[in-house]
């Protein structure tokens, strides 16, 4: 009898935020989560608790029997602790989830290997809906990429097959979606602070901004006065930036930018 | 009796993305707009017949009868036509919209004069829900920044009376977090494109960065590899720029700025 791909055991390294996300989400849609593993034996048996699974602080103690072992840790614990998850478990399907490390990291650790990568911005308070997520999955072999893929489509709707060079500037584009945006947000977050006013009257324009690019490419939706260079405006906002080199630099930066990009429109 | 405040009529010089979004806005709450001046004629009929308003491409031939002039030009456009349009009408209130110009521009051509200022990014081909959009108000007498305060009501429950020097702050930050954000966007859609990669799949993570900062302040949401300027990373990510020295010199500035603000989270 075919087993369904719910009935596929995971172990699960790491407990931080994407591994609590990915877990949880797997768990709920009935995949059975046997272990997690973290250094911060809290951190293994609050992500367990909520998964029914097993939880370890011990590298050496990992679970014999899943069928797929995921890797959630920032990319240097990831590299450090490499060698040691590996052994004796060399069999089954080992995948890291991160946007930066390309899949041949495993070769010379585990026999079957891939990557799992959901495009996504975690955190432990903030529940993620993963029907949306966009899951970006390698294999080493054909039939791993296409369990990993199975697996993903059971969360998402959104799943690909990329190479490892692709997901370099996937991961690239997402540091500017997320974490330069988000910058840009703190940056008019300390504006507003300075001059009494408050950052939840930006919230509205913020979402704006967000669901523009749904129906117009970035570039159609650009205005401001970066666009045509307006200079004397420009000017107006660099002496308001005196007292801020740092913000004053960026933001001629950004400006040039923009302006340039916008010559190059048609 | 006491006039409502829908009864006050309502003349729009301009009929540009603002104007449009804004005189349907008071259209549809039962404000009488009588009249639309744009110098494009075609532009003030296509908006005059949305709001079933008189239109005009004559700047002399401004009705004569409104209770108040809502000006949405550009900058620089406002600021030449400013004392001709006034003439005639000095009696009656008038407003301009933008964010970077200071109140007392009206000085010496307006009697009656203030500043009427939704922060938000508007286009003709969305729609924008103004029930969220917060209005920045400024009247040169108490009475007028009354009125335009419940003008403002009618339309949104966020509305604010700062002073011309807040606004120029509210504007910069406006700045920051639409267009510079909007940029952060077409960059991301730049590195996509260019490694065969779909911009939807980025959208996600859009929408989840903009979200995450209605619960938590942008300093708080901040991650990626520039919070404690992760070298390995930040490197890997410059060589893949290589090509592209504006786009590597502005992740770099950036990333920077990222980690300088980090430092002095607590």
């Known amino acids: ?43 293994a048996q609050a992500l367990a608790r909520q998964v029914e699974a097993d939880h370890t602080a011990d590298l050496s103690a990992l679970a014999d029997d899943a069928r797929l072992y995921v890797v959630a840790l920032k990319d240097d ?14 069999a089954s399907l080992w995948v890291h989830t991160a946007g930066s490390l390309p899949m041949d990291v495993w070769q010379g650790h585990a026999g079957r290997y891939g990557v799992f990568y959901p495009m996504q911005t975690f955190s432990k308070q903030r529940e993620v ?32 097959e990329v190479t490892s060079e692709q997901r370099k500037y996937l991961h690239l584009a997402a540091v ?8 840009m947000y703190a940056l008019a977050a300390e504006l507003l602070q300075k001059h009494g006013l408050p950052f939840d009257s930006l ?31 420009i000017d107006k906002h660099l002496q308001l930036l005196a007292d801020s080199p740092g913000m004053q630099m960026l933001y001629k930066a950004v400006s040039e930018s923009i302006h340039e990009k916008s010559l190059h429109k048609e």
């Open 129 to 160: 809906d993963f029907g949306e997520v966009p899951f970006f999955i390698e294999g080493n072999t054909r039939q791993d990429a296409d369990l990993l893929k199975e697996i993903a489509l059971a969360l998402s709707g959104k799943v690909y």
């Open 203 to 233: 919230l509205p324009l913020i979402d704006e901004t967000a669901r523009k690019v749904h129906g117009l490419s970035p570039l159609a939706a650009q205005t401001g006065p970066a666009v045509r260079y307006d200079r004397y405006v």
């Open 1 to 43: 009898m075919k087993r369904s791909i719910e009935d596929t055991s995971i172990v699960f390294v790491g407990a931080g935020n994407l591994a609590t996300n990915l877990a949880k989400a797997l768990y709920r849609k009935g995949f059975r989560i046997v272990q997690v593993y973290s250094r911060t034996p809290q951190a």
């Open 77 to 90: 614990a990831f590299v450090q602790l490499l060698p040691e998850m590996v052994q004796g478990h060399e």
């Open 176 to 183: 500017f979606a997320n974490n330069f945006t988000n910058h």
